[in-house]
């Protein structure tokens, strides 16, 4: 009787002591990751090729300036709202992260093989063409993601030249089998069979903590009693 008396109390004291370290580390896996301190840390693998986090820059610039440019037009007092759309069975925040990741497989893995076939660089005319690509990029970029570059703007204008090459050999496959360049972009039916046959493994524990929306941008929190976001109250 005595013990039955002491395993009850044991019990659930182990039961709190899971439930609390349960909590935490859902607490500590949830924090919003901190970009910059994690710039050189492995985002995803593509077969035995490491892509880091400062190496997805410019997808997250792109995709960043392209969504934050159409929450403009639905809400320009708080574009924060546009973000957090749910739409097509998804939120746009995260549709956008998983085309920044899906971009960036797929240049990363295009370009290996344009490497592997001796394919990875560009004639006179496309350099000329990859000079104009770089221009425009920054010519659209908005001023605070300038504030915010997550990275120098010599790795960020490497990361363009890899996606060029990636595209090149893209435009080759299309060529030499068919039916279209469409279908080998990163969201098209033929590249996914080719993705079918190699290995890409998510580093989970951090992608799942990166917020796209506030990296290279600002959202303030909106107080939608008086109508003021953080920032406006700094300026008070």
């Not at 069975?89 to 001796?118: C, P, R, S």
């Not at 770089?134 to 504030?147: A, G, K, P, R, S």
Request: with cysteine.
């Amino acid at each position: 009787m005595r013990i039955n008396k002491l395993v009850k109390p044991i019990v659930l004291i182990l039961c709190v002591a899971v439930m609390v370290y349960a909590l935490l580390t859902m607490g500590n896996n949830r924090a919003k990751l901190d970009y910059q301190e994690h710039l050189e840390d492995t985002a995803v693998t593509v077969d035995s090729e490491e892509i880091t986090f400062q190496d997805l820059a410019f997808y997250i610039l792109y995709e960043e300036g392209k969504i934050e440019e159409q929450a403009r037009i639905y809400n320009p007092d708080y574009t924060k709202d546009y973000w957090n759309l749910h739409t097509n069975d998804t939120f746009i925040q995260l549709e956008a992260k998983e085309v920044v990741l899906g971009m960036a497989v797929h240049d990363h893995l295009f370009y290996q093989m344009a490497v592997a076939e001796g394919m990875d660089t560009l004639t006179d005319e496309e350099e000329q063409e990859l000079e104009y690509r770089i221009t425009d990029f920054w010519e659209d970029l908005l001023d605070i993601q300038w504030e915010k570059l997550p990275c120098s703007e010599e790795t960020i204008n490497e990361q363009i030249r890899l996606a060029a090459i990636a595209e090149k050999y893209q435009n080759y496959l299309a060529e030499e089998l068919g039916p279209s360049q469409a279908a080998y972009k990163y969201d098209g039916y033929y590249y996914q069979q080719i993705m079918e046959q190699h290995q890409v493994k998510t580093n989970d524990k951090l992608w799942d903590r990166l917020v796209l929306g506030d990296i290279t941008l600002s959202h303030g929190k909106l107080n939608y009693i008086n109508g003021l976001t953080d920032e406006d109250k700094k300026k008070k």
